[in-house]
């Protein structure tokens, strides 16, 4: 069976790019912040990326096939991707890629829909089967890949208990709640949500999950959803959730709770916690 991971790389990577005052940081990583897109800074003690950890936990979950979707004005990921030592590492892994050409009327990719769409559309064997699809720039385990992927129903997506996961509270306040049926089907994943909607789940349910973009996706189902999407009409992206929304009128989306922290680089203060993270998670590996 071929187990295919879709991995989202191609964004612009705005708030990692910002200046940072006080930070101890390597001069050699700000660098990489300021020029690299987020999951390919080297936040191992080693020098491997955020995506390498990714690719290991793939593997070890089982999955063969990995498509990367890049920026079109990436020049490093794929060269990496195709070095001799890196093939030698993933030997298990057969790596396609893609790009994500930004319209002419645009300065900036158009969001994470348009992503998964032009991946399919450039790899069309992927226009059928399932797929998981994740972030570049999370770390997402082993438990949850083979659980995404062993989940009986054939779309599924994460519901992460937003008690676990070791963010300022600013930050997780931010993150869009996945609201689920008695049955434990999607309903929505629900942007900005007020904090008495987020009170009303925590009484109901006994836990608010959020959304960290980690789903298993029939592609044939999924498809027109992603073409049907349009732009959000405040940040005039077109966003994955809204797709999987749509979605989840048409099919049964799987909610599958999980309670672990899941590691993120959004800007340059996250490269630390995250190296700190690798150290405490990952030592074998570095």
Known sequence: MNKRLLILAGGMSSRMKKAAENLQLDQQLIQQADTLTKGMIQVGSAGQSLIDYQLHNAQQAGFNEVLLLLHPDDVFTQEYYESEAIRRKYADLSFRYARQFIPADRQKPSGTADAVLQALQQAPD??????????????????????LWNSESPNALISYDRAALLFAPERIQAFAIIRADEEGNLVDIHEKPSHEEIDSILVKTGRVGVSMNLFVMEAEKLFPCLKATPFHPTRHEKELPTAVNKL??????????????????TNKQDILTVQNYLKDHYSSLN
């Open 248 to 265: 989840a009128t048409l099919e049964k989306v799987a909610v599958l709770p999980v309670s672990e922290n899941v590691p993120d680089l």
């Open 126 to 147: 992927w226009q059928s089967g399932r797929l998981v699809i994740c972030n570049s720039d999370n770390l997402y385990s082993i438990k949850a890949l083979n659980l």
